[in-house]
DNA sequence: CTGTTAGCGCCTTCAC
DNA sequence: GTGAAGGCGCTAACAG
């Protein structure tokens, strides 16, 4: 079943048929409305990759994720989620979606290369280091790239992530309304986009709250958990102690949570903890762990869309960014009353 | 950068740089490497959707994974690391993955339709339900399909796996070798293949080490928390309650444990808890959670040898099935001391 | 509005 | 061992 078989069927040349199915102006209602009926009704999907070699597009996006990156065992939480948004949004506008291969640091034209041999429309990345000979090569091109949870920079790039400044903001205006003063923070690496935002929001809540910001109060982390542990453990050992922590992600929190119990002291009684990202394993831990949860599938769905739109849009030195609202998932690690 | 530009630059015409890099015996040594030097140097690629027009194959494999079915919230804990697996081992063939849309019940020739559609090599189903119409006719068809976790049926068809049966045995085995009797488990829903065989394994080792089996040991669970917890209320509310308990998912054991907690019992002091799977958050509750740990980067390596063997082979009828191992990962649920 | 004519970039017979 | 020619299934100019 090909198109010219189509073609024959409706008593029509392929041209015709290629024109009513990609809804071309120049068909008349009647011959339209007959070929896309019979082209239902028998089934017809026209080859794509006929369709990308004749049109030099392939409607394919391209996900470079990569594993290897700061990923040192269980990392990325959300890949799923945003899959799902991603292949739904994809899907919806007749998009297909790809998964790249990761090439060699010493390959610096490997992404362009790839992005070519697969006629691809665009491209979405996660987890990678946007710093990278690699990754740099194909945003400088004008192939639309979207980064999720990173600043992307490059004529077609534009960026999805949440509203990390405001979540974090909330965090500590969570547990300030709670009646805590002397409040600390675990960040990630700063040299990440969202780890760099969430210490930013907590900074400026502080100073909306008129609380004293103190630089022993803010723990480099790396959003492992080891560093949680050994972040809280320092906190813990301070002179003057914080009563909250703000851990900038679950993974630290937890370990935190266990390392303030492993020294005797109670959660949220002795510290009250908040973390981000509601992973799984947050509702599962006693005590629950209070969170900012991130709609991932919404990164997903909103990275289809921003997608289209750079395809649309003439190339811009102007970075673009979108940021996504979270939610306040309040669990016992924040207690519920005052101290 | 294309074949006649390569093969101008070569000196040779557009078939022999074809035959050349594509491994064809007809060509000698010396126009061979001369060619593959140069194609290396210039970094040329062939198009993909030309390559995929001409030879009727595409070095794409198609991952069907349906995020609806039984997922009600957060399921397949494992797609991550089966991804990571299927990528490596499929870039090392010089194989593409694509992400397949789900296709609607009513469209029964939906699957089959998107094979053709992108000249699938081949294709990787996980968390779908394999009896339905749209995905019992793309496995009538002879283009070579891997269930993930699921028993296939079909000409070209192949199922990889955990060991589940001699997993369960391993857990009941440790059990007894701390010193339990009585013990019991929480099944998944047995109509799904893993679940069926942990069962199966947790009989085979009761049966083998002489111990009773009693029906109101089986509690039915489906996978998800809240049917743990009912589970173990349900088997401490017995007049002969279990000692330890045989939990078929770990979302299940975490809630299972915490449900024991909650009724004033120790874990493991009062009743042992092995799980499945080892989620993140095993190691993240505490006691941590004593579980079977399954190799999904394997599973998805696997699947994609799997696949190359199937294209290679003839269609035949007998059921193909490859079990990969499993490791007991002994935490505290467990207990260290027999009872 | 519709048909005819060329390719898109590659592989693959068929000659040589 | 290598080249020439045709075609994979579709889209996009160009006519009409």
Redesign the pocket.
Known sequence: M??????RRS????????????G?????????ARIVALAAELG????A???T?????SELIGLLWDTDYRSGGRQHPFLQEVLIGLKAALSDRGQGLILLPIVPPDDEAGYVRLARQYTLDGIVMMGVDQHTPQVRALLATPIPCVGLDLALDGPRTASVGSDNRTAAADAVAHLHALGHRRIATITGPLDLWPAAERLAGYRAELARRRLRRRPEYEVAGDFFAASGAAGMRRLLDLPSPPTAVFVAGDAMAVAAMQAATDTGRTVPGDVAVVGFDDIDAAAMVRPGLTTIAQDYRRFGTTAAAVLAELAAAPTTDEPRSVLLPTRLVVRESSGSTAI
């Open positions: 090909d198109i010219d078989e189509l073609a008593g029509v040349s392929a041209a015709t048929v290629s024109r009513a199915l990609n071309r102006p120049e068909v008349s209602a009647a011959t339209r017809y999907r026209p080859n990759s006929a369709r070699l004749a049109s030099r597009r």
